[in-house]
């Protein structure tokens, strides 16, 4: 299973997500890394996989971050880059550079099955899909049929909570027959273990990486076990 350290990169800095309430977020700067520039950020964390969010770019407002979040997937092995756009296309090159760029629920509108290629980003919200309100597993069924490489779930209720991992965890795997990760409020070694356990191909951290939670040397190693 891959470990992917969430990258989250608002008006020029590495932020810390809170429940998806991104108004409040404010630079990651009291964590094992003390400089939340994205640069020096991703350079000290090292990790070989990231899931690269340019929170601007999703909100539609704000500074510009392509420049970071270009320098952050340099860094890294393989990235999935979440820039809110509302389409795009895969590139050989960026196959070649292990980018995988992002369409998500909640930026992508009607059109999410004509896309080829790339990254799916399940938005959830209070146990439903952002925005349509869909159930999770009812979703995950329909996407079986759409070309992504890889679908990734965001729990963005849980972001940052530490609060532990959704009853339905099980059900969204038999949904989705495809490569599969799952993110948002992962908080301690056993709930990354009950994800792999549970058949997931990745999961998402940070929080609990920051808290000594769960062991730094995993985004570094990018894998489990």
């Known amino acids: 299973?891959?470990?992917?350290?969430?990258?989250?990169?608002?008006?020029?800095?590495?932020?810390?997500?809170?429940?998806?309430?991104?108004?409040?977020?404010?630079?990651?700067?009291?964590?094992?890394?003390?400089?939340?520039?994205?640069?020096?950020?991703?350079?000290?964390?090292?990790?070989?996989?990231?899931?690269?969010?340019?929170?601007?770019?999703?909100?539609?407002?704000?500074?510009?971050?392509?420049?970071?979040?270009?320098?952050?997937?340099?860094?890294?092995?393989?990235s999935y880059v979440n820039r809110g756009r509302r389409e795009y296309t895969v590139s050989e090159e960026d196959r070649r550079a292990g980018i995988f760029p992002v369409i998500s629920t909640e930026t992508g509108g009607e059109n999410l099955a004509t896309?080829?290629?790339?990254?799916?980003?399940?938005?959830?919200?209070?146990?439903?899909?952002?925005?349509?309100?869909?159930?999770?597993a009812s979703f995950l069924k329909t996407a079986n049929s759409w070309e992504y490489d890889v679908c990734i779930i965001i729990n963005l209720g849980s972001v940052g909570t530490e609060q532990g991992l959704p009853a339905y965890l099980s059900e969204m795997r038999s949904a989705y027959e495809g490569?599969?990760?799952?993110?948002?409020?992962?908080?301690?070694?056993?709930?990354?273990?009950?994800?792999?356990?549970?058949?997931?191909?990745?999961?998402?951290v940070a929080t609990a990486v920051h808290r000594g939670k769960i062991p730094f040397e995993w985004i570094q190693r990018g894998t489990y076990p």
């Open 115 to 136: 896309y080829h290629g790339g990254a799916l980003t399940v938005d959830l919200k209070a146990d439903r899909i952002y925005p349509t309100g869909e159930t999770p």
């Open 1 to 78: 299973m891959d470990i992917l350290l969430a990258i989250d990169i608002m008006d020029g800095y590495v932020v810390q997500g809170q429940s998806g309430n991104r108004a409040g977020y404010r630079p990651l700067d009291w964590g094992l890394v003390s400089d939340a520039t994205p640069a020096a950020y991703t350079a000290a964390m090292k990790p070989v996989y990231g899931y690269v969010a340019d929170l601007n770019g999703i909100e539609g407002t704000g500074r510009v971050n392509e420049d970071d979040v270009q320098t952050c997937c340099r860094l890294l092995k393989k």
């Open 179 to 204: 490569t599969l990760f799952y993110g948002g409020g992962l908080a301690s070694e056993a709930d990354c273990i009950a994800v792999h356990e549970e058949g997931y191909d990745g999961v998402l």
